[in-house]
């Protein structure tokens, strides 16, 4: 983020959920930033804290239970934590822009697809329906829909799940926003159809100069889109870094895990033929709600010694573009 | 469904008036032949209420004593009661008394019912709490009784009738729509509504609502002939519509001494409520699966 000038910059968030075993803290002081024209990579394991991180940039955390309690938001000189209700509302869907994970069920089975794209435009660009019916319909023929008139007036259960995921990014894209955030856009599709999505919106973002921020637990799909990655870890950012500069050497011990995680179609014999086990990162993520004193990492981690399991680490520049929160020096 | 699915309709809509779609609309629905027999008998309904003067052969009122208890002739169509009047006569112009209750106390019991429950499950806490208390005391009180006395306080006319059991459907309505706002609204499309900066008006009657319709429409058609009935036990109480003025409710009730050697005084009411509440239902499952864009084959 040296270059760049930021377009929304998270700084020190804190999300925590009151549940009855305690507080959860769902983000614990993560900042990250994103640029014109930037992908941000986030990516963790489930109840990381990934998508909640991304929820609370807009505000779209249910309270109560949750509840933004610290750090800031900063889009466009504002500070999205504090701003009015109507302010945010204003934001939303406009300057930034989300698509959800279930593209099966975030689209209104009741309205046509063509009212769906256009209620944004009417609501925040104040176009007439003729004009938004329009641009609905340009929004179609670029998310590479066919036969765009015909869809217009068709209905969410009457496309595939790779359709239903172009209309998302097509209503989300409608107004032009400068931020859109992806929350594990590609998850519900099978490989080829993500695929195909993933090149749509990197298509789209170099055409609009679109930030993204993509939330994904696929390092896969980081290595494809991203330019920059960041790695969350209950709650904390762990590590930061470009994208080659992780794949290349990462410097948290979990992320090293995730990567040797990673099923390789090259690895999963012995050369005897027999099938080897998948490689896996030993242990759970402890409760969120009851973090231990030290690195959160610490039960899991091969190389913990006795400072890791006391002392909390600092999140430190390890080389060039590359900061990650341990103690211990990797060995390359 | 009909035989032209969705994607193949007309693509010219977005720049169509609304009537022009509307009238599109009824067209396809007219398509089910189930739909056809649902709508004729309704209109059917609607034309004998507004015309019953000129079709009745006889004024409601008329009594003739002399041929009380006449069975169905040319004459009398449908018999007479025991005051010598015309059953037939009678059963149309009580098709619009018996009517305009049911259909206004369920579209009164609809509107305000559907609100409370959209605002009540939607934003939850506690308003939901004292809303659901309150419809909560009035569930609680059996509904002939509520419905009693408030006839009894305001007086038997035809308006404190249709207020006295608007209440019962209002809360019915509020705890039916509560129910399904509740599991609408935690879909991800509603999220994704919050999420294109839409406001909770918009979200709730744009989308919330239309998406709890078919439950609504299942309790209207089902309450329709509930509301019908229930208006004549409360004449059989001596608290609902008053002689001379006829309703279906009261003529089968008046009807009931009768039943073993003049069947037809409380027959041929009894046939037209059954017959309307036939259609209603259909009409009713009709409506709903028309305006399902899946064809409401899923239910």
């Not at chain 1, 938001?73 to 945010?88: K, W, Y």
């Not at chain 1, 490989?191 to 696929?218: C, N, P, S, Y």
């Not at chain 1, 011990?253 to 080897?276: E, F, V």
């Amino acid at each position: 983020m040296d270059a760049m000038a930021a377009v929304l910059e998270l700084k020190n968030l804190q999300t925590q959920f009151a549940t009855r075993d305690g507080i959860v803290r769902a983000v614990d002081g993560v900042s990250y930033a994103v640029g014109q024209g930037e992908t941000l990579g986030v990516v963790g394991e489930s109840g990381c804290g990934k998508s909640v991180s991304s929820l609370s940039i807009l505000r779209l955390i249910p309270d109560p239970p949750g509840k933004i309690v610290g750090g800031s938001v900063l889009f466009a000189g504002e500070d999205l934590t504090r701003v009015s209700e109507e302010r945010i509302r204003a934001v939303r869907g406009n300057e930034i822009s989300m698509i959800f994970q279930e593209p099966m069920t975030s689209l209104n089975p009741m309205m046509t697809i063509g009212k769906q794209i256009s209620e944004p435009l009417t609501r925040h660009l104040g176009l007439s329906k003729k004009q938004a019916a329009d641009r609905a319909q340009e929004m179609l023929a670029l998310v590479q829909i066919p036969d765009t008139r015909k869809w217009l007036s068709g209905y969410p259960h009457e496309m595939s799940g790779g359709m239903r995921q172009r209309v998302m990014i097509a209503i989300a894209l409608a107004c032009d926003p400068k931020v859109l955030i992806a929350d594990e856009p590609t998850t519900a599709l099978d490989v080829t159809i993500q695929a195909q999505i993933l090149q749509l919106i990197r298509e789209l973002q170099e055409k609009m100069g679109t930030a993204v921020i993509m939330v994904t637990h696929d390092l896969g799909v980081i290595a494809e889109v991203a330019d920059r990655v960041v790695v969350m870890y209950a709650g904390r950012k762990i590590e930061e870094a470009s994208v080659k500069k992780l794949f290349a050497r990462p410097r948290h011990p979990y992320t090293r895990g995730l990567m040797t995680a990673i099923p390789r179609l090259d690895k999963i014999t012995n050369g005897d033929g027999l099938s080897k086990r998948l490689t896996e990162i030993p242990g759970v993520v402890p409760p969120l709600y009851d973090l231990p004193a030290g690195c959160a990492f610490a039960d899991r981690c091969g190389y913990a010694t006795d400072q890791c399991r006391i002392e909390k680490p600092v999140f430190e520049k390890k080389s060039p573009n590359h900061w990650a929160a341990c103690w211990q020096e990797l060995p390359g | 469904m009909s035989d032209l699915t969705r994607s193949d309709r007309p693509f010219e809509e977005k720049y169509k008036s609304s009537w022009s779609l509307a009238a599109e609309s009824f067209r396809r629905f007219l398509i089910l032949p189930l739909n056809q027999i649902s709508f004729a008998i309704t209109a059917l309904l609607l034309f004998v209420a507004l015309f019953a003067p000129w079709i009745a052969p006889f004024p409601f009122e008329q009594v003739n004593p002399s041929n009380g208890l006449d069975p169905p002739s040319w004459q009398h169509l449908m018999g007479t009661d025991q005051a010598g009047r015309d059953v037939f006569s009678r059963v149309l112009y009580g098709t619009q008394t018996s009517l305009l209750i049911g259909v206004v106390t369920v579209v009164c019991g609809m509107i305000l019912g559907v609100f409370i429950g959209a605002v009540s499950g939607y934003f939850g806490g506690w308003v939901d709490e004292i809303v659901m208390r309150v419809v909560e005391v009035f569930m609680s009180v059996p509904g002939i009784i509520l419905a009693l006395a408030l006839v009894s306080v305001l007086g038997p006319s035809l308006p404190s009738i249709i207020l006295a059991l608007s209440i019962r459907r209002i809360t019915q309505f509020a705890r039916v729509v509560r129910g399904s706002v509740l599991s609408v609204k935690s879909q991800d499309y509603i999220t994704a509504c919050h999420a294109l900066g839409m406001n909770n008006l918009r979200i709730v009657f744009g989308h919330v609502l239309p998406n709890c319709l078919s439950p609504i429409i299942v309790l209207a058609s089902v309450l329709l002939g509930n509301v019908i009935l229930t208006e004549s036990t409360l004449s059989f109480l001596g608290m609902g519509i008053q002689e001379p003025t006829p309703s279906w409710g009261t003529m089968i009730a008046k009807g009931n001494e009768f039943l073993t050697f003049a069947p037809w005084i409380s027959l041929f009411p009894g046939g037209f409520l059954f017959l309307t509440m036939i259609a209603f239902n259909l009409l009713g499952d009709g409506v709903r699966d028309h305006l399902d864009p899946r064809g409401g084959s899923v239910l």
